[in-house]
């Protein structure tokens, strides 16, 4: 079998495999191309990939003799019928692309609709990547704002610590928890989802309690959307905490739907001057009113920075994380041999499957 790597859009520093993970295919018995300079902005060279066992080839040439190919973002270059594809594309926000790569004939696999069980946790690219957001966005807040994290007592006077606010304390939430606790600010926690309440204090925040969120026991783990007045009376809350925040951090979403508005305009207007907020399901919409994705804007001295790309920002872990996951999928969907093997029965193939044999084939895709 051959897998082929194909190098991501210009505004990507990340790429699916690195020359390590190459180096693990071939003792499979799996033939690697890459497009040349793929790996460049992830710190790993032509010559790396090469040493490791890849061929060095252009896009074209990655496309038409692969029989997988690997990447993150949908492939600028033109895929051939019968192709196999495997990367994010966020399927239900993008059913126009899944249904013009099943009439292209396309077998393509995104690995952010892997359902969120125990076993698809080494291929959860989600999970690895939201990691890396969650640690970086306190890294980023702390480098914007004008003030210390930690407490101190110095001759020349005392330093408060740095108050921070987690909305949302999934995978990208509990790294902010733990990178703010480890920089010494005081952190103060949000979400919908009771069970998180002893994952955020073993971290040493606050959980906030708000009462009669929705049950989201059926939804795999993830939030469900909320009534008005539970809305209503959460806005409340966080209105409360963020007028005494240093820096706020917001990462609440929910699958295939719009994020959450949780900060309003009038909850920024009461923040001090110098606080920051980085929100990092700006993608989606963003969980304030003045969010705008992909930019940094100021309200009333307040820094609003609107980034869902922040794994980008380390590339080099990143795809390694990213890479470790698509082999850990790759074992799933060959055999021993190093052949292309799709069991239909695995809710995993099942599960992050979009099209196939010239269809849509993933019912949450077609019915969105
Ligand atoms: P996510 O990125 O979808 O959402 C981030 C957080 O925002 C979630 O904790 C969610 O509850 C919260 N949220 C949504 N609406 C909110 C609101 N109105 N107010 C406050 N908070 C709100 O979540 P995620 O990081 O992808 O993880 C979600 C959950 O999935 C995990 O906590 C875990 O239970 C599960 N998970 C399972 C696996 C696995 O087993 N393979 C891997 C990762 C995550």
Redesign the pocket.
């Known amino acids: 079998m051959i897998a082929g790597i194909l190098k991501e859009p210009s505004f990507e520093t990340r790429v699916s495999l690195l020359p390590e993970a190459v180096a693990a295919l071939r003792k499979k018995g799996i033939t690697v191309l890459i497009e040349s300079g793929a790996g460049v902005k992830a710190s790993a060279a032509d010559e790396d990939y090469e040493r490791a066992g890849a061929e060095i080839k252009t896009a074209a040439e990655v496309v038409s003799s692969s029989d997988i190919i690997l990447c993150i973002h949908k492939p600028a270059t033109a895929l051939l019928p019968g192709k196999v594809v495997i990367g994010v594309f966020q399927p239900l926000f993008n059913v126009s692309d899944m249904k013009s790569w099943a009439e292209q004939g396309l077998t393509v696999f995104s690995l952010d609709m892997l359902p969120?069980?125990?076993r698809?946790?080494s291929m959860?690219v989600?999970?690895s990547q939201?990691n890396i957001a969650g640690y970086k966005a306190v890294l980023h807040a702390a480098n914007i704002f004008p003030k210390y994290f930690p407490m101190f007592m110095t001759a020349a006077g005392s330093i408060a610590p740095a108050k921070l606010l987690i909305?949302?304390?999934?995978?990208?939430?509990l790294q902010a928890i733990a990178t703010g606790r480890r920089l010494g600010a005081v952190v103060e926690v949000?979400?919908?989802?009771p069970a998180?309440k002893e994952e955020v204090m073993s971290l040493g925040a606050k959980f906030i309690e708000v009462e009669g969120a929705a049950d989201?026991s059926k939804a795999g783990?993830?939030?469900v959307e909320?009534t008005e007045e539970f809305?209503q009376k959460?806005k409340q809350k966080i209105a409360d905490s963020i007028a005494k925040a240093d820096i706020v951090i917001t990462?609440?979403?929910?699958?295939g739907k719009k994020a959450?508005i949780?900060v309003t305009t009038s909850m920024i207007e009461a923040m001090k001057r110098g606080s920051v907020i980085i929100d990092i399901a700006s993608a989606t919409g963003g969980n304030t009113d003045l969010t705008k994705n992909n930019e940094t804007i100021f309200h009333n001295g307040v820094a609003i920075v609107g980034n869902s790309a922040l794994a980008s920002s380390m590339p080099s872990d990143a795809s390694k994380l990213y890479g470790k996951n698509v082999m850990n999928f790759m074992a799933l969907i060959t055999s021993k041999e190093g052949n292309l093997q799709l069991n239909w029965e695995d809710d995993l193939v099942k599960g992050s499957c979009i099209t196939h044999d010239g269809k849509i084939v993933h019912e949450r895709v077609t019915g969105a």
């Open positions: 969120r069980t125990t698809a946790q959860d989600l999970s939201a909305l949302g304390a999934g995978v990208a939430g949000f979400d919908t989802r998180v989201a783990g993830y939030a909320q809305m959460q990462t609440a979403q929910i699958p959450p949780l």
